[in-house]
């Protein structure tokens, strides 16, 4: 049995029977880190002497019945922007270099509650403001399926590890495409759910109204598994939405008979590279074939969602980010007197995209121009939500790409910002109206990099999404 060959569950199932361990797993896991993080660069912190530590206590209780979920045992990696008790936080950043939390993330607690053991923390777009992962401070995260390209991002650590083997699994998050888009950019399956889903308690905010946490994994059924696991109603959050209807795993069903998918004409414009265009009708094909009803429909508003999203999530980076000034945690800069002090910390301790976003938030929330753009963007925000309601009276999920190309070079978005904004076009307008939406494989272009399929479900609708994606992927198996 090839342990890293197998998905979440398969190994949770091999350790409940007795046919592997929760240290052979982790064992396997820090092995191949060994042998290929050099050159992927994956992770920001590897805790080797605790997951181990963590491995064996989780299989003790294992053998003693006293943890029997389907995670139990398996090795995850957590995105560094998620607080976990005791181990670096970094956010990819200079600023938190040395930052480290008295609590977890709420996402991990669950995690751990399942016995789910934590390896380490993923490398990420500093503070997730990027689209590649090559923002961060601790150098360039390569992706798996070609070394010469970037992984996607801001999750583009977790989604590198899973494709690389460095994991089983890993959590992301999501505020404008940040699990889906590197999940399509690396070959595997990436998910947003509705906003509030998932607690965003310990989770280190960029856009406060955007941010969602998520899975990263092998396969749908994992996904499901991962994302039932996660979910909880959390007062310490404000935004957690208590849902009675988290039983994610009952959506695994091979069936889309009857199933309306809509697929938007404004997806498949000038710009979208034609394999990804061909690799992601021909998904639609599968499913009409199998007895869903797939017909195009105008969605609208695309054109709009990417300033809108710019204008919104940068105005919150700016608010949230004032947090980081050198004096309760983090770096701080060498400095005569309080103000130079902020000052130095704040240019020395933050990367130029991280900067370029504070920039920007901080001009649209600024006296005489916060009407002419951060009013005006929630009104917009408004109507790309009444043009998606309007589609799910119709449908029950949306078909598209995940991102317009696979995955570029490395450095070739870096040197063009608005190029890598652009990037976001179908991801943003999901995390601007609280929608879920899942990534799955549905394809590879002529150079052999994965492409993405993208399905969007209407609020709370994740198991529509979770069997249709079920369904494609099963077939799609079965083809190959």
């Known amino acids: 049995m090839e342990l890293l ?78 607080c976990t008790e005791g181990l670096l936080t970094t956010c990819a950043s200079k600023i938190l270099e040395n930052f480290m939390p008295t609590f977890s993330a709420e996402a991990v607690i669950n995690l751990e509650k399942a016995g789910a053991v934590l390896i380490g923390k993923t490398n990420m777009d500093e503070f997730a403001m990027g689209s590649t992962t090559e923002t961060s401070a601790y150098g360039v995260t390569r992706n798996p399926r070609n070394p010469e390209h970037v992984p996607g991002g801001s999750s583009g650590g977790s989604a590198a590890a899973v494709a690389a083997g460095e994991c089983f699994f890993a959590l992301g998050s999501d505020t404008g495409g940040s699990i889906r888009q590197p999940a399509s950019y690396c070959g595997v399956v990436g998910m947003k759910p509705t906003y509030g889903t998932v607690s965003r308690y310990g989770l280190v905010a960029y856009g406060s109204s955007l941010d969602q946490i998520g899975p990263l994994c092998k396969t749908v059924e994992d996904c499901a598994v991962i994302l039932e696991t996660i979910a909880s109603h959390d007062k310490k959050d404000s935004t957690s939405i208590e849902r009675q209807d988290t039983d994610f795993t009952s959506a695994l069903v091979k069936d889309v008979r009857g199933m309306r998918i809509g697929i938007p004409q404004d997806y498949f414009i000038p710009g979208l590279n034609p394999e990804v265009k061909a690799a992601v009708l021909q998904a639609a094909e599968l499913l009409k074939e199998n007895g869903a009803v797939v017909e195009e429909f105008d969605l609208s508003l695309v054109d709009y969602a990417i300033p809108t999203y710019y204008t919104i999530a940068s105005a919150e980076a700016s608010s949230n980010l004032e947090r980081f000034d050198g004096i309760k945690y983090g770096y701080r800069a060498e400095s005569e007197g309080l103000h130079q002090m902020y000052k130095k910390t704040r240019s020395q301790g933050f990367g130029p995209e991280v900067k370029r976003r504070i920039m920007l938030g901080s001009f649209v929330l600024s006296s005489g121009y916060y009407d002419a753009y951060y009013l005006k963007a929630l009104r917009v925000k408004a109507m790309i939500k009444k043009a998606f309601d309007d589609a799910f009276a119709k449908y029950d999920c949306i078909l598209g790409p995940a991102a317009p190309t696979t995955a570029p070079k490395l450095g070739d978005s870096l040197t063009d910002p608005i190029k890598m904004y652009l990037g976001d076009i179908y991801t943003i307008s999901v995390n601007l109206a609280g929608l879920p939406g899942i990534c799955v494989p549905c394809g590879v272009d002529g150079k052999g990099l994965p492409i993405g399929l993208q399905l969007i479900g209407d609020c709370f609708q994740e198991k529509k999404l979770i069997q249709a994606a079920y369904t494609y992927e099963q077939l799609s198996a079965q083809r190959s």
């Open 5 to 82: 060959s197998l998905s979440a569950v398969e190994l949770g199932t091999a350790i409940k029977e007795g046919r592997t361990t929760a240290v052979d797993a982790m064992q396997a896991v820090l092995d191949k880190i060994d042998q290929t993080e050099e050159q992927y660069n994956c992770y920001v912190t590897v805790d080797r002497e605790g997951a181990l530590r963590r491995a064996e206590a989780v299989q003790k209780k294992i053998e003693a019945g006293e943890l029997t979920g389907p995670l139990a045992g398996v090795p995850v990696a957590i995105k560094d922007n998620l």
